[in-house]
Nanobody, 118 residues
């Protein structure tokens, strides 16, 4: 089972940018579909971006499409989420996840807080 740890969260003003990273342990990182979820207070956890093993297939929620970019570096066992044009409604805990498909994530990181102020 892969172990995941997020970094790069913090506080930023609306319109700003952040880049989240997710470091994975293990030698099978390249075989996993990777994703980023977020959960705001009182709301369910939602998938906002996913990427297949090669990086050639990506998926985005409508709420972040055009502003966020997911990527991965299999040589470094790391995935990224570049977040531009941040809005206060993007405030949430962001989780890195690994799985076998965009509908089947099995491993999660502890999460990193992103707060966007007006």
């Amino acid at each position: 089972q892969v172990q995941l740890v997020e970094s790069g969260g913090g506080m930023v003003q609306a319109g700003g940018s952040l880049r989240l990273s997710c470091a994975a342990s293990g030698r099978t990182f390249s075989s996993y579909v990777m994703g980023w979820f977020r959960q705001a207070p009182g709301q369910e956890r939602e998938l906002i971006a996913g990427i297949n093993w090669s990086g050639l297939i990506t998926h985005y929620a409508d709420s972040v499409k055009g502003r966020f970019t997911i990527s991965r570096d299999n040589a470094k066992n790391t995935q990224y989420l570049q977040m531009n044009g941040l809005k206060p409604e993007d405030t949430a805990v962001y989780y890195c996840a690994a799985g076998t498909s965009f509908a089947n994530f099995r491993s999660w990181g502890p999460g990193t807080q992103v707060t966007v102020s007006t």
